[in-house]
T-cell receptor, first 115, second 115 residues
Framework: AQSVTQLDSHVSVSEGTPVLLRCNYS??????LFWYVQHPNKGLQLLLK??????LVKGINGFEAEFKKSETSFHLTKPSAHMSDAAEYFC?????????????FGQGTTLQVKP | DAGVIQSPRHEVTEMGQEVTLRCKPI?????LFWYRQTMMRGLELLIY????????DSGMPEDRFSAKMPNASFSTLKIQPSEPRDSAVYFC?????????????FGPGTRLTVL
């Protein structure tokens, strides 16, 4: 079975400092992995995705994530936080080999950015 | 493309009333998902369709909830009768499973308040 664990429910950083949001996954096969962002009172937006190509994935707004199979991790990073990055972030894994598009969502990490 | 369209954006109703939420997926997408988001439970998958057929409705909370997808461009989620604990934001998402990339595109959500 596939699952995803976001290791921090809440992360607080100062503006201009690096961001690290941690995610570990469990999958019995080579997964597709995603990070979504949700700003307050908005829908979810795709930040980036890994689908078995390059292990370092670049997304929108300066975010990156690195797929590490040996550590079963897919941590999200950004070199310098901006106030507009304050939001809820979800790590997501594809559900299985069946081609139905179902995704498994983590519980989310709230990113707070202090001025 | 207009993206996933949901209506209404906000719904306030009284306990016992029937509520119908609507979703138009992105044209060409063959999978559609209904989610519910609350502070207590986070993001929950209620049901999903593939090629208009319900694949997994195990997330539907109880018989008061029902969902239909009469054609590839329209789906409804109905709650009858509604209860205050149904108050949440309901999201619809769609994806194309060709190539198994499985990225889901989310609508803006319907904020439901049951008094």
């Amino acid at each position: 079975a596939q699952s995803v664990t976001q290791l921090d429910s809440h992360v607080s950083v100062s503006e201009g400092t690096p961001v690290l949001l941690r995610c570990n996954y469990s999958s019995s096969y080579s997964p597709s992995l995603f990070w979504y962002v949700q700003h307050p009172n908005k829908g979810l937006q795709l930040l980036l995705k890994y689908t078995s190509a390059a292990t370092l994935v670049k997304g929108i707004n300066g975010f990156e994530a690195e797929f590490k199979k040996s550590e079963t991790s897919f941590h999200l990073t950004k070199p310098s936080a901006h106030m507009s990055d304050a939001a809820e972030y979800f790590c997501v894994v594809s559900s299985g080999s069946s081609n139905t598009g179902k995704l498994i969502f983590g519980q989310g990490t709230t990113l707070q950015v202090k001025p | 493309d207009a993206g996933v369209i949901q209506s209404p954006r906000h719904e306030v109703t009284e306990m016992g009333q029937e509520v119908t939420l609507r979703c138009k997926p992105i044209s060409g997408h063959n999978s559609l998902f209904w989610y519910r988001q609350t502070m207590m439970r986070g993001l929950e998958l209620l049901i999903y369709f593939n090629n208009n057929v319900p694949i997994d409705d195990s997330g539907m909370p109880e018989d008061r909830f029902s969902a239909k997808m009469p054609n590839a461009s329209f789906s409804t989620l109905k709650i009858q009768p509604s209860e205050p604990r149904d108050s949440a934001v309901y999201f619809c998402a769609s994806s194309s499973t060709s190539g198994r990339r499985n990225e889901q595109f989310f609508g803006p959500g319907t904020r439901l308040t049951v008094l």
